[in-house]
Nanobody, 124 residues
Framework: QVQLVESGGGLVQAGGSLRLSCAASGLTFSSYTMAWFRQAPAKERDFVAAITWSSGSTYYADSVKGRFTISRDNAKNTVYLQMNSLKPEDTAVYYC?????????????????WGQGTQVTVSS
């Protein structure tokens, strides 16, 4: 049974930082492209960042470039999202997702597995 479990969310002031983690089990983690999406209330679930399994190539939404960094540790079956210079508009539930391909996609329907989400709230 595949499980993706996010952690690290919370309440932070604007300009602050958080580091999200996503621990994977039940799959060959090193064969999956991993990504983070986020969903604000009454909005669509949007792509944030992704990292491929082979080269570790990274991709970011324009709204987070230069502020967020995605990384992975295949030995720990974990993917991370370091979020710096947080803004109130970053407030959302953040989801981890896995895709059994060595290419990234910003389309949520291309991902095979999802975590339950972790809430990030940025106060102004």
């Amino acid at each position: 049974q595949v499980q993706l479990v996010e952690s690290g969310g919370g309440l932070v002031q604007a300009g602050g930082s958080l580091r999200l983690s996503c621990a994977a089990s039940g799959l060959t983690f090193s064969s999956y492209t991993m990504a983070w999406f986020r969903q604000a209330p009454a909005k669509e679930r949007d792509f944030v960042a992704a990292i491929t399994w082979s080269s570790g190539s990274t991709y970011y939404a324009d709204s987070v470039k230069g502020r967020f960094t995605i990384s992975r540790d295949n030995a720990k079956n974990t993917v991370y999202l370091q979020m710096n210079s947080l803004k109130p508009e970053d407030t959302a539930v953040y989801y981890c997702a896995g895709r059994f391909q060595n290419t990234y996609s910003a389309n949520k329907v291309r991902y095979d597995y999802w975590g339950q989400g972790t809430q990030v709230t940025v106060s102004s």
